[in-house]
C-alpha cells in the first residue's frame, strides 16, 4: 500500500497509467459546489500536470463520490478507458468498498444487515430511512414524490468497543445518497460528528468519523486486483482505533 504526499498535499495510496486513488481528508469535496472552494478534482488534475509536466487540460474522471466530511479512499481514472469501465463496475457492485465508522450508541445488534428504503429531500440534501417501504409496500412509494426512492443495503459489524464510544465496520451492497449516515442514525446510532443526522456535538475540524477504509476490485486494464486499506485521519479517538 503507498500513502505518500507530494508538492500538492495530496495522500496517493495507489497510482499508475489509467487510475489514481487518493486518501481524501474530510473537508475536501471531491468536485465543485455552490460553495465555490476549490474541488480534490482540480488538486489532483494540477498534480498530474506538474509531475508529468503535460500541456493543456489534464483529463481525469470520478468515479465515485465521498460526502464532504467523510475521509478516505476515492478513486479517479486518467483515462478515459479507465472511466468507462470503472463506472460499469460501480454499477455492476464491482468494487467493494469498506467503511469504518464511530459511533456514540451501540446497535442493537453486534452484526447484520441493514435494509431500507432511502428518501432523498434535494431541498435540506438529506435523506431519511424508512423500514415501512419494500416490494410487498409498493403502493406506498407514489406518497414520496418529489423525493428520489432506493431500495439500500448495508453489513454492519461491531469490530472494537472504544473507552466511549464503538468502532463499526460497514460493507456496502449499494451506494446511495447519505446511506451509511443515514441509516445508523435511523437505528440510534449516529455517527460522531454527524449533526445532520443526529449526533449531539461536532467535531472540532468540523469532519464526521466516518472513512473510507478499504476498496478492493480488478484493475480496469490490467486486470490485477486492487486491495487498498486507508490510514485513517490522525486524531485521538481514530488513533484508539488502530
Known amino acids: 500500500m503507498e500513502n505518500r504526499s507530494n508538492e500538492n498535499n495530496l495522500l496517493i495510496l495507489h497510482e499508475d497509467n489509467h ?22 478534482l482540480n488538486h489532483v488534475k494540477k498534480y498530474i500536470k506538474l509531475k508529468y509536466k503535460k500541456p493543456g487540460d489534464v483529463f481525469l474522471g470520478t468515479v465515485h463520490r465521498i460526502d464532504r466530511p467523510t475521509s478516505g ?35 442493537k445488534k453486534d452484526n447484520g444487515t441493514i435494509i431500507s428504503w432511502l428518501k432523498k429531500n434535494p431541498k435540506n440534501n438529506k435523506s431519511t430511512s424508512n423500514f415501512d417501504y419494500g ?20 453489513e454492519l459489524e461491531i469490530i472494537k ?41 461536532s467535531n472540532k475540524n468540523g469532519g464526521i468519523n466516518l472513512h473510507s477504509r478499504k476498496l478492493e476490485f480488478i484493475h480496469p486494464v490490467s486486470k490485477k486486483n486492487i486491495k487498498l486499506t486507508t490510514p485513517t485521519p490522525i486524531d485521538p479517538v481514530w488513533n484508539s482505533c488502530l
Open 19 to 40: 487510475i489514481i486513488v487518493i486518501n481524501k481528508r474530510c473537508g475536501d469535496i471531491v468536485q465543485g459546489d455552490k460553495t465555490g472552494d476549490t474541488p480534490l
Open 161 to 201: 468497543k472504544l473507552d466511549n464510544y464503538y468502532l463499526l465496520k460497514i460493507n456496502l451492497k449499494t451506494g446511495r445518497h447519505h446511506q451509511i449516515r443515514c441509516q445508523l442514525s435511523s437505528i440510534g446510532s449516529p455517527i460522531k460528528g454527524d449533526l445532520k443526522y443526529g449526533a449531539k456535538r
Open 73 to 107: 479512499a476515492i478513486i479517479f481514472a486518467k483515462t478515459s478507458k479507465a472511466l468507462a469501465r470503472l463506472n460499469k463496475m460501480l454499477v455492476d457492485k464491482e468494487i467493494k468498498k469498506t467503511y469504518w465508522a464511530i459511533v456514540k450508541n451501540k446497535p
Open 135 to 154: 416490494p410487498n409496500n409498493r403502493s406506498n412509494i407514489s406518497c414520496l414524490s418529489p423525493y428520489i426512492t432506493h431500495g439500500v443495503v448495508s
